[in-house]
């Protein structure tokens, strides 16, 4: 049984920055990959960015540049730096983990960026 736990969402002006955490526990592999994608109110969950066993990234457009994912094995835990917010990265974010061909998904985590 494979659970997430994320963290770290909050309220934050436009221009600053949030951390957001993910907890993994249960047999995970360092090789799954994870990932990360947001949902805004009354629109479909997208992704944001991904990460790897090792440890190549990808990210939205609109991100890049801002965001930047890592994680740490050794830990289980997926992170979410998010440096130049914007409102429109309002929304619940949630991560992702792929194991053994089924994906896994945390509970979520509410950033709001005001204007």
């Known amino acids: 049984q494979v659970q997430l736990v994320e963290s770290g969402g909050g309220l934050v002006q436009a221009g600053g920055s949030l951390r957001l955490s993910c907890a993994a526990s249960g047999s995970i592999s360092s090789s799954d990959a994870m990932g990360w994608y947001r949902q805004a109110p009354g629109k479909q969950r997208v992704w944001v960015a991904s990460?790897?066993?090792?440890?190549?990234?990808n990210y939205r457009d609109s991100v890049k540049g801002r965001f930047t994912i890592s994680r740490d094995n050794a830990k289980k835990t997926l992170y979410l730096q998010m440096n130049s917010l914007k409102p429109e990265d309002t929304a619940v974010y949630y991560c992702?983990?792929?194991?053994?061909?089924?994906?896994?998904w945390g509970q979520g985590t509410q950033v709001t960026v005001s204007s």
């Open positions: 992702k983990i792929s194991h053994f061909w089924t994906d896994y």
């Open positions: 990460i790897t066993g090792s440890s190549n990234t």
